[in-house]
């Protein structure tokens, strides 16, 4: 059923996507796993979505332990047939009982990520433990998914209201973390970024919503505010995000959506070393609205989840 909803729904942004002119492939999909089973987050992965989001830092913890484990080692089909050859090409040495048991010896990436992957200066880097000359042997992607795409390649996105007391957990588990909304959260994520030696990609997520009960930062406080985040070391502001208010026709969003394009558009005019690249709105209910106005990053639940 989830690989059918992702088909229809990529469908329906090809159609979306061919009245303005766009090309889909811009836009990215983000599924919102929020109370999801680890069964039904591996279905939507291996749907070809590589985006998922959550919106609890607990919640997401276990998840992330969950998927680690999951993918720590890696087992092969037919692997009685496989000969210790088979590997040598990558220059990676392993036994007959290590063959004949179907697991090839554990991947030992840099950085920190999330369920044993990790996307390094824009390019996966992993290695294999193995004892050729060189001592061990770096795997290209092009020839890990000669392994018959062992590791899924995925990020962690936090699209949830996040506390500040939280910031610790959640940059140890996050590779994009969209709802930063207030300079004191994007100061304490730069801290604990720090700590591990992290540069942490954000959002800054925009009130465009005149609802209460919606977070972010004002739409006059923004560029003041990012104007100090761009100072923060250990962070990697990628663009913006807004969560329209809830209305009765999709259409009815297109206000809210285009006022966050037009800040988007505003600060990339500005001087700044690096362009926002991402426009992070629209969600099950808008996201063909959102895709009008601009959006290249879709957050959806519902649709993926349950059609």
């Keep these: ?72 080692s890696a087992k092969i089909k037919n692997f009685g047939k496989t000969s210790p050859k088979f590997y040598m090409k990558f220059g990676v040495t392993v036994q007959r009982s290590e063959v004949n048991q179907g697991v090839i010896p554990a991947p030992v990436f840099t950085g920190v990520n999330s369920a044993g992957i990790q996307r390094g200066h824009g390019r996966m880097d992993a290695r294999f433990h193995g004892h050729d000359k060189n001592g061990r042997r770096e795997l290209p992607e092009a020839e890990l998914l000669q392994f018959g795409g062992l590791f899924p390649v995925f990020k962690w996105h936090m699209v949830g209201h996040l506390q500040i007391n939280k910031v610790k957990n959640a940059v140890r588990i996050f590779d994009l973390i969209q709802s930063v909304d207030s300079l004191c959260l994007a100061q304490e994520i730069d801290k604990q970024a720090k700590k591990i030696d992290k540069i942490q990609d954000i959002l800054i997520e925009i009130k465009t919503s005149p609802e209460e009960t919606k977070f972010g930062l004002n739409l006059d406080k923004a560029l003041e505010a990012i104007k100090e985040i761009d100072k923060l070391k250990n962070i990697n502001l990628k663009g913006l995000m807004t969560i329209a208010p809830i209305v009765c026709e999709p259409d009815n969003s297109r206000p809210y959506f285009r006022m966050l394009k037009e800040l988007f558009d505003r600060i990339n005019r500005q001087n700044r070393l690096n362009r926002l690249n991402i426009l992070s709105m629209g969600m099950t209910d808008d996201y063909e609205a959102a895709i009008g106005e601009g959006s290249n990053m879709l957050r959806l639940g519902r649709a993926i989840f349950e059609g």
């Design 1 to 72: 059923m989830i690989k059918d909803n992702i088909r229809k729904v990529k469908e329906r942004i090809e159609k979306t996507c061919l009245k303005i002119g766009c090309n889909p492939s811009s836009i990215n999909i983000v599924a919102i796993s929020k109370g999801r089973a680890i069964e039904e987050i591996k279905e939507v992965i291996e749907a070809g979505i590589t985006n998922i989001g959550e919106n609890r830092v607990q919640e997401a913890s276990i998840k992330h332990s969950k998927f680690s484990v999951l993918y720590s």
